[in-house]
Nanobody, 119 residues
Framework: VQLQASGGGLVQAGGSLRLSCAAS????????MGWYRQAPGKERELVAS???????DYAEAVKGRFTISRDNAKNTVNLEMNSLTFEDTAVYYC??????????????WGRGTLVTVSS
């Protein structure tokens, strides 16, 4: 299983970006999906997560500005980011809990996509 993230880039403060992540490879199903980020000199932190049924959870810092969504048919997860600030600058990683055909669930990570917000 591989996760491919896209959509990062440079944006001015107050702007918007949309991140997408697609899973490929053999799998039975995907449970939770999420986005983490890691800013320079900081630890990786959870940004948002979404269950297979659509339940969502957000970090306090992004509530009201970011929206996570998923498409179970396409094995994708998206992160709509609005009102971006300099503090949102980070490498963003997608993650998925994938259930393989042997019914073992394993967490997979994408390689990360850089989001840079200019002030």
């Amino acid at each position: 299983v591989q996760l491919q993230a896209s959509g990062g880039g440079l944006v001015q403060a107050g702007g918007s970006l949309r991140l997408s992540c697609a899973a490929s490879g053999g799998m039975l199903s995907i449970n939770d999906m999420g986005w983490y980020r890691q800013a320079p000199g900081k630890e990786r932190e959870l940004v948002a997560s979404i269950t297979r049924g659509g339940g969502t959870d957000y970090a306090e810092a992004v509530k009201g500005r970011f929206t996570i969504s998923r498409d179970n048919a396409k094995n994708t997860v998206n992160l709509e980011m609005n009102s971006l600030t300099f503090e949102d600058t980070a490498v963003y990683y997608c993650t998925m809990d994938v259930r393989a055909w042997n019914r073992i669930t394993q967490q997979y990570w994408g390689r990360g996509t850089l989001v840079t917000v200019s002030s």
